[in-house]
């Protein structure tokens, strides 16, 4: 006997043929191409202002220019040494504010004593913007790296906090009890049943984290770097070349999405019980 998602009891074997059949049934679509209309048609009408004269290069760049400078970037290996170096940043503040969010999102969840103690804090320091503590923490870890990765880690932690403590105490009572029945361990209902139930809405927190994370890292490029994406597009202002700070921007943007699409592969992986 097992504990399904759903909440009802079922055989192994009841419980593999369902999925299978789940499994068999789903088809998978054709990309909807129609969704790319507005977007083409958006770059078309700016490559139209820009030709005509109606958006000066001042203002803002072509896309035949933004895409020269892109080439022109890859090629002189700017903007590879920029993502690498920014990258590294994303990657080192999110593992950061996600151990902490893990950390205290599971002490907060499955222990009233832990969300008295912790919950209350989180709560009061997640409603002030973590952008404006940049001064702060330039006067705690100076104008290096460490400034750039504690603004990262909290635009993390805070969303990942929220969404793992919600996703715990929202567990199904029902789940719970019937878990009491079947003779497990207080432990094991929490590995085989707390966690996996909140798993989905952990998954949407992981999302929120990382957009924020690159948010943060805008923002945080800005303050005294010497190295990444965002040094480019602040050098670039200097000298009022708004082709590469389009490029700059768009870069931000694709890993933005790609990072956000890694994410939504793993739901698909370690949701494939839920019914769609």
């Known amino acids: 006997m097992s504990i399904s998602a759903a909440g009802v009891l079922a055989r192994p074997d009841d419980a593999t043929a369902v999925a299978g059949g789940t499994r068999r049934s789903r088809k998978r679509r054709p990309p909807d ?21 109606v958006l000066p290069p001042d203002k803002l760049a072509s896309p035949v220019t933004v895409l020269g400078s892109a080439v022109e970037l890859t090629a002189d290996g700017q903007l590879g040494s920029a993502f690498l170096v920014s990258m590294g940043r994303v990657l080192g503040g999110f593992a950061i504010g996600a151990l902490v969010g893990v950390a205290l999102g599971l002490s907060s969840g499955l222990s009233r004593w832990g969300e008295r103690i912790f919950d209350p804090p989180v709560q009061m320091l997640r409603t002030l913007p973590h952008l404006g ?9 100076g104008i290096g790296e460490e400034p750039k990765l504690a603004l990262v880690a909290a635009g993390v932690a805070f969303p990942l906090y929220l ?30 049943v707390v966690l996996p139930s909140a798993l989905p809405q952990t998954l949407v927190g992981l999302r929120i984290s990382l957009g924020a994370a690159w948010l943060s890292l805008i923002v945080a490029e800005q303050v005294n770097a010497d190295a990444g994406i965002g ?23 694709l890993l933005g999405l790609a990072t956000d699409g890694l994410v939504r592969g793993l739901e698909r992986r370690l949701l494939r019980w839920q019914v769609r």
């Open 231 to 253: 040094y480019l597009i602040n050098n670039a202002r200097e000298f009022l070349r708004t082709d590469v700070v389009v490029v700059g921007l768009l870069v931000y943007a």
């Open 33 to 53: 191409l129609r969704r790319w209309i507005s977007p083409l048609a958006l770059v078309v009408l700016w490559q139209v202002a820009s030709s005509s004269g």
């Open 133 to 141: 503590l940049i001064p702060l923490f330039i006067l705690w870890f």
């Open 163 to 192: 969404n793992l403590h919600a996703g715990i105490r929202q567990t199904d009572p029902g789940l719970l009890e019937a878990s009491r029945v079947l003779g497990y361990t207080a432990v094991e209902r929490v590995v085989h």
